[in-house]
């Protein structure tokens, strides 16, 4: 079998991410919000930043991009014609006589249709196959929960080719082999649900908590939880109720996990009287259970989990939450990788959480891994990548981690 998660923080052994290309140069300023930015990416920068976090994360395992999966996947009879069917008749003459990596740039930068006026400059661009952007973040578009595979139902359409690259990755490519989808999000979109990977955390095999947001709706969770409790170990299910607003689209950008007993959160939501609601469902019982205190919940079902707020107090707070101090990733239990622009959350991983902080250049140039029972957080630049709305954990798809010991 070539994918397992059943944790948020077991060792990283493969991983799939995206770097940053042309299609960062679709996004202007008339159509930022139609593709879900606030502010437009320099791509040269990015693409740096981006470079410098690869690096990071392929000392601690395999780091696989899109592209070249892709390009591998469109190289087979079954996996082109999978992808062109889905694409329309204009795609399939376009990628005639095109070998698999340069349909696979196709797929991914996108095509606009030709102009039909004779001032290209001013008509209204069509998309023939509209550019990704938002595949930086590869997290959202599919989630391997166990041996088994969700493919999200994105909320906005600027993001539905992204739900079929990875549909076709994960039925077509050798590295992916898996036990099958436990949903499948284009068909499911169809029925007005919609549910994304940065809601979806898988704490231990029989236990999950998610976000109920304002891309991830009440009929997404519901079908994932009924074939979660039908098909796989999951036994309970822990939801937090997110506000509409940018800072928090996902769950993951208010909470993640950095070793077995410890998050790093955004207190506003999960301490005082503003927390938000949570909902604690069981397999066999009937309904929810609503709840006030998340820590509470997971201590209950055998997961108790201490946070370390970001920032230090509640301007810095605030600040850094948008700037996705709370969204790392654990490379491994108690190993983190966090942007470094965050300076007080660093300083209260340091202070409340007993981590080493590190700069992504000492760690690169001393080649050392963290020891195993010693936290770390290793703090790269993402000055640019921040501002397309998301950090380490949004940029990261983990298809293999090892168990938690």
């Known amino acids: 079998m070539s994918i397992r998660v059943a944790s948020e923080v077991g060792a990283l052994e493969r991983v799939i991410c995206h770097r940053p290309g042309p299609e960062l140069s679709a996004v202007t300023p008339r159509n930022r919000r139609d593709y879900l930015f606030t502010d437009l990416l320099d791509l040269q920068e990015s693409r740096a930043e981006h470079e410098v976090f690869e690096r990071v994360l392929k000392k601690f395992c395999k780091v696989s991009l899109v592209s070249d999966l892709l390009a591998d996947v469109l190289d087979t009879e079954e996996g082109r014609e999978c992808l062109l069917s889905s ?23 996108g095509r606009h249709a030709a102009a039909s006026s004779a001032s290209p400059l001013f008509d209204d661009v069509r998309d023939l196959l509209p550019p990704l952007p938002n595949l930086l973040f590869t997290r959202d578009a599919a989630c391997v929960v166990g041996e088994r595979v969700m493919i999200a139902a994105m909320k906005h359409s600027a993001r539905w080719t992204e739900e079929l690259i ?9 590295l992916l082999r898996n036990e099958g989808l436990l949903y499948d999000g284009p068909p499911e979109r169809q029925a007005h649900t919609s549910i994304e990977g940065g809601d979806v955390h898988i704490l231990r095999e029989d236990l999950m908590l998610a976000g109920l947001s304002e891309r991830t709706s009440v009929l997404g969770i519901s079908a994932l939880t009924t074939a979660l409790f039908e098909e796989t170990p999951l036994r309970d299910v822990v939801l937090v109720a997110m506000p509409s607003r940018r800072s928090a689209i996902h769950l993951d950008m208010v909470l993640t996990m950095l070793d077995s007993g410890i998050c790093c959160a955004y207190q506003p939501f999960f301490a005082g009287s503003a927390s938000r609601p949570v909902l604690h469902l069981t397999r066999g019982r009937e309904g929810a259970v ?8 997971l201590r209950d079902v055998g997961y108790p989990v201490e946070p370390v707020y970001c920032g230090r107090n509640s301007v810095s707070a605030e600040r850094e939450q948008w700037a996705s101090a709370c969204n790392m990733l654990a490379v491994g239990p108690g190993h983190v990788l966090a942007y470094d622009r965050n300076e007080e959350t660093l300083a209260a991983l340091e202070r409340d959480g007993g981590f080493k902080v590190l700069s992504a ?3 690169l140039e001393e080649g050392e891994l963290p020891p195993a029972g010693e936290r ?25 981690r090892a168990e938690v010991e």
């Open 290 to 297: 609503e709840r006030d205190d998340l820590f509470d919940v």
């Open 87 to 109: 694409a329309g008749e204009g795609v399939r003459r376009l990628a005639e006589g095109r070998s698999a990596a340069q349909l696979a740039r196709l797929f991914i930068e």
């Open 376 to 400: 770390a957080a290793i703090a790269f630049r993402g000055t640019e990548l921040v501002r397309g709305g998301g950090g380490p954990r949004c940029m990261t798809l983990p298809v293999r």
């Open 166 to 174: 990875m549909r076709a990755l994960f039925r077509y490519h050798p």
């Open 361 to 363: 250049s000492d760690f």
